[in-house]
């Protein structure tokens, strides 16, 4: 018994991992008919004049932010977390009942969540901030999914029995941390039928925080939303399965150090970015530009121990498209992280702000970074949790090159689309009016918004092609004995 | 020092939770109150503009546009004067936006009015070709919920003192008070009054008779909000 | 060549090139703002390059070693490896860097965006006005066509027809609905640039018949007008409407407009003050200057000579 490794108990990460399949095609797909609603206006009404209502773009663009970043990425990184988290502090979810059923509980909870979320954004039930969606009731429910989501972390941790914890683990914990503390404050806000003594919507709240200072708070919200769901629980993640799925060493420990701490205190400071030439105060603005460019070195710290993990391993990457998703996924983060600092530069932000070169950066961090690490993480547990081979190896190269395609359709097109719009807002003609109105640089951007449509398209593809490859593999191979240590083993 | 934090969780949290918590702070505490005061010239919204408000937070217009002026001549040129952090003063939320896949409105009622947003909300590509703005049609019929609007008001009066029934300086040196019923039934007697003057300058008849009949479908309120964007 | 600076170079020269491609060299050069967004657009693709070949070179070339760290986690070791030099240098850099900005460079109240706005605007008031202030003829019909094309083309169309009626016409100066409108109803916009308001109906008389102007006389007297002064209502309009407009309808300074054809003064007005009649409401037009208003009124003149 003593010297048999450790029997991991993997429901909870399974059924996560089932969650973050469903609301990746679900949100991607929105995703899609986003892209094509602007290249062809007449996809508002897809379903019929009588449900445009519920199909067109300003009603479905919230549900595709929020089924990408709280569906997905958030599914993804809890799957994540009830897989590393047993195996990096040596314990086994089996062995406690209390830590089992608040799992199970906090995933049937957030399957609550999910559809009391869908309905109510179709509906049109929102605040209005950013990321921020949801009604008073939501919010309080998603407190609750994050007590259980904090148990489970630091109950895990109480009875490891790996005593010093590991890089992914400080990522997971500060990124507990980080959206409990902006979650709470971004949302006070006061139930109105309450306030009014009974008065109309049960479901309307007024936010604490007025104008200026509502947006202060939303994007000191909203950019660390960023750095707390797409940026440090994906770095956990990647800390843990790049080295895991490539049999290598992390390059250097003082580098995890130094870019953790370094990331933790810088990125709070930042927010100001998205605030700059608006009428919060000039000071606020220049902080948030001079953190951003120094966020530069703690972000590419990671990606680059990453890279150099990879040192002299060229083969691998070369023949493994799980090594590939990796190592691009690194790349395309330190190319998302050097754009969002030049972005956040005054003169720079003149022109990128409100434009599709916004829309470009985030997705370069969402499809090429967030997306590819999540594919990549269930990739790697799909054989371990269901003891079976990887159905389909070619499948996932095709897959690859498909998304990859894809990423770059995007990003490129929305590059053009958005410097071209923000230099014509600006121009003026040779007698000192304004050389366009409004609709001249909307027109101008068709061709782009269908590049863009397209590539999307091509990233819905291959995520289908995933969810495939990870159905075929827990239906139909043979089962796996025993525990693998490294590179996941592939079918044809 | 951080071999030992990484053995111990707790502290370790608390490190994290500390690192982490007082930029928001420096960023968010100095600015609090001023950044709150009304300008001269900012009244609260009227019960019908709040209903207005409500539906265009309902439709996410500000997924595609803006509420802020930037400082720049030529946004000044195309939309006015840049905005004022007082302007906002009655705002929850805010609604200045990320994204301006259409022009910016926080002063669209200077220049648009009440028969042209009919128009457009019903069909923006065919009053301005090649639009990408999707048609609002269900807002001519869909009603305005009055009463979450006059809960609204209400809450705002007594939590934040926003000043309804009081008088508001005007840049002329006029003062402005905007009423507020004392209960709902005179609320919506208010609303309907003024969606009454703004029925009166829409061409669409269905909309003319719901008002005439006592109900107010939403894109009269909506269109008393934009008109009040100034 | 190693595939990987091939690569490098196709990506390069495509986002160089696309960079290249949406810059509007028309109206952009002289704009400082335009020439740095740029300049970032071209170091990001620039730096990302050379340093991502940098590290995809060391995964083609080197070995990884190093004194490992006693512990493992689940299997995963941890070389005890110095930091990387450049990043470690640069890191110290910027953060000095970001320090020297805050209390030196800029210090905390040292800059305000108005105070730069308020520059930017004198200056190009200032070549606005020397070089295109006193433009007049056909030069100032054409700026007049752009201001118009800008601002006025979302409600007019981009011919000025309207759009089905949903505004003005401008490339006729006024349709028989209008005018009868005014009629019944009167007009109050300012348009004489003052409080100078035409009664409606009751109180126009028409001197010919001496008594209130009839319904068949309004017909009659809108479809002249809309003709351009030409057909059977002639003399009820010398009767009831020349007093104020004039004989031929051209209007009378400080009385009433001309409503036999578009002049900038009326225009002018227009924009001044909005105008509320029978297709809908015209809004005031405060955020153009006065040569402005001067050129639009003189675009739309010349559109229905
Ligand atoms: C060094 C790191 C980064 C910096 C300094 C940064 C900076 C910025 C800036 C300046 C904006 C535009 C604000 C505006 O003008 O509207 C922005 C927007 C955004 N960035 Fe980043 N970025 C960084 C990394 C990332 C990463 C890695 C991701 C995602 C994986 C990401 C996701 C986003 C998102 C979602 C937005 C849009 C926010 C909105 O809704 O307006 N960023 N970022
Ligand atoms: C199939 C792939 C996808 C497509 C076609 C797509 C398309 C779109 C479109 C059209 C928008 C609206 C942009 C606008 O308002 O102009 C958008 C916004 C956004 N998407 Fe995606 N998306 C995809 C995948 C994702 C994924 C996987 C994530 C996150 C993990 C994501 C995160 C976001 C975010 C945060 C925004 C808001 C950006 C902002 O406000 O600046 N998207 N997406
Ligand atoms: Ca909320
Ligand atoms: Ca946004
Ligand atoms: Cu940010």
């Known amino acids: 018994m003593e010297n048999r490794p450790l029997e991991y108990d993997y429901t909870v990460t399974k059924m996560f991992m089932f969650m973050t399949i469903v609301l990746g095609i679900v949100g991607m797909l929105i995703g899609v008919i986003l892209a094509f609603q602007l290249a062809y206006p007449g996809v508002n009404t897809i379903l019929g004049e009588g449900l445009a209502e519920y199909t067109n773009f300003s009603r479905l663009r919230p549900l595709h932010t929020d089924s990408v970043a709280f569906g997905f990425t958030l599914s993804g990184i809890f799957a994540a977390w009830f897989y590393i988290g047993q195996r990096v502090l040596k314990v086994s979810m089996a062995e406690s009942k209390f830590l089992m059923f608040i799992g199970k509980l906090m995933f049937w909870l957030y399957a609550v969540g999910v559809v009391a979320i869908v309905v109510s954004l179709f509906m049109g039930i929102t605040t209005s901030k950013e990321y921020a969606e949801f009604e008073w009731p939501i919010d309080i429910a998603i407190v609750i999914i994050w007590v259980l989501f904090g148990i489970s972390i630091f109950g895990l941790i109480g009875i490891r029995r790996e005593k010093s914890l590991y890089i992914s683990v400080w990522y997971f914990i500060a990124g507990f941390l980080g959206v409990a503390m902006l979650y709470l404050f971004n949302n006070m806000e006061v139930p109105t039928y309450f306030a009014s003594g009974g008065v109309g919507s049960i479901m309307h709240s007024v936010s604490m925080y007025s104008g200026t200072n509502d947006a202060l708070v939303q994007w000191w919200y909203g950019h660390n939303a960023v750095a707390f769901v797409f940026t440090v629980p994906i770095v956990a993640m990647i800390y843990y399965f790049l080295p895991k799925e490539s049999g290598q060493a992390i390059y250097s420990y003082k580098l995890s150090l130094l870019s953790f701490w370094g990331l933790m205190f810088v990125y709070l400071w930042a927010g100001g970015h998205h605030l700059i030439y608006s009428t919060v105060p000039d000071w606020v603005q220049t902080m948030g530009s001079i953190f951003s460019v120094i966020l530069i070195l703690p972000s590419w710290g990671s990606a680059i121990n990453m890279l150099l993990t990879m040192k002299g391993e060229w083969q691998q990457v070369a023949s493994s498209p799980l090594i590939k998703f990796m190592v691009l996924g690194s790349t395309f983060y330190m190319f998302s992280t050097l754009e969002g600092p030049i972005q956040a530069i005054k003169s720079v932000n003149a022109i990128a702000h409100f434009t599709d070169w916004i829309v470009g950066h985030v997705h370069d961090g969402t499809l090429g970074w967030v997306g590819f690490m999540i594919m990549a993480a269930l990739y790697h547990m799909a054989p371990r949790v269901f003891k079976r081979e990887l159905y389909s190896k070619s499948l996932m190269a095709t897959q690859f090159w498909i998304q990859t395609l894809g990423v770059v359709l995007y990003f490129t097109s929305m590059w053009i689309a958005g410097i071209t719009q923000g230099m014509m807002w600006r121009a003026h003609d040779e007698f000192g009016n304004l050389a366009y109105s409004f609709i001249d640089t909307v027109t101008v951007l068709h061709p782009y918004y269908t590049i863009r449509a397209v590539g999307g398209l091509l990233y819905l593809v291959g995520f289908i092609m995933f969810a495939y490859n990870i159905y075929k593999t827990m239906s139909a191979r043979p089962v796996e004995e025993y525990e693998l240590q490294n590179a996941s083993p592939m079918g044809a | ?230 | 060549m190693n595939k990987i600076y091939l690569w490098g170079i196709i990506f390069t020269a495509a986002m160089l090139g696309f960079t290249y491609m949406s810059f509007d060299f028309k109206h952009g050069l002289s704009d400082i703002v335009n020439q740095l967004a740029i300049a970032g657009a071209i170091a990001l693709v620039l730096i990302s390059v050379f340093v991502v070949i940098k590290y995809v070179r060391q995964m083609q070339t080197d070995t990884a070693d190093g004194q490992l760290a006693a512990e493992k986690w689940d299997g995963i070791g941890e070389y005890l490896n110095e930091l990387p030099m450049g990043w470690a240098i640069m890191f110290f850099l910027t953060m000095i860097w970001g320090m020297w900005y805050f209390t030196i460079g800029y210090p905390v109240n040292a800059y305000s965006q108005i105070g730069e706005y308020n520059e930017d605007v004198r200056a190009h008031d200032a070549k606005f006005t020397a070089q295109y202030g006193s433009i007049t003829g056909d030069r100032l019909v054409e700026m007049g066509e752009s201001v118009f094309l800008a601002e006025c083309k979302v409600c007019h169309g981009l011919t000025a027809d309207g759009i089905d009626g949903k505004a003005a016409n401008l490339n006729k100066r006024i349709e028989v609905k209008s005018v009868k409108y005014t009629i019944l109803n009167g007009s109050n916009n300012g348009l004489m640039g003052m409080e100078m308001p035409m009664p409606d109906r009751n109180g126009l008389f028409n001197g010919n018949s001496g008594a209130l102007i009839t319904d068949a006389e309004i017909d009659a007297v809108s479809a002249y007008v809309a003709n351009g002064m030409t057909g059977a209502g002639a003399d009820v309009f010398a009767g009831t409407c020349a007093s104020c407009h004039g004989e031929d309808g051209k209007g009378m300074e400080y009385v009433a407009p001309n409503v036999a054809q578009f002049t900038p003064a009326l225009v002018t007005n227009i924009l001044n003050h909005g105008k509320k009649a029978a297709i809908g409401t015209m809004p005031k037009f405060d955020r153009l200057n006065a040569k402005q208003k001067e050129a639009v009124g003189a675009y739309i003149t010349s559109l229905s000579k």
């Open chain 2, 1 to 230: 020092m951080f071999h030992w934090l990484e053995k111990h969780p707790f502290f370790f949290a608390v490190g994290v939770f500390l690192v982490i918590a007082f930029a928001g702070l420096v960023e968010i505490v100095p600015n609090f109150v001023q950044a709150s005061r009304p300008v001269i010239g900012t009244a609260p919204y009227s019960t019908l503009e709040l209903a207005g408000r409500h539906v265009y937070i309902k439709n996410s217009c500000n997924a595609c546009h803006s509420q802020l002026i930037r400082p720049f001549k030529s946004e000044t040129d195309r939309y006015g004067h840049y905005s004022l952090s007082g302007e906002y003063a009655y705002d929850r939320p805010f609604l200045w936006g990320s994204k301006r896949t259409g022009p910016d409105l926080m002063r669209v009622g200077n220049y648009r009015t009440t028969d042209w947003h009919e128009n457009h909300m019903k069909d923006p590509a065919g009053v301005v070709p090649g639009s990408i703005m999707p048609a609002y049609r269900w807002m001519f019929t869909n009603k305005a919920d009055i009463d979450t609007a006059y809960a609204e008001q209400l809450t705002v009066a007594k939590v934040f003192s926003t000043p309804y029934n009081k008088p508001v300086p005007m840049k002329d040196g006029s003062t402005v008070t905007v009423k507020m019923g004392s209960n709902v039934a005179e609320a919506n007697a208010m609303a309907l009054a003024e969606a009454k003057v703004i029925a009166a300058d829409m061409k669409g008849q269905d909309v003319k008779d719901a008002v005439a009949a006592g109900k107010i479908p939403e894109i009269v309120a909506l269109i008393a909000y934009l008109n009040s964007l100034k």
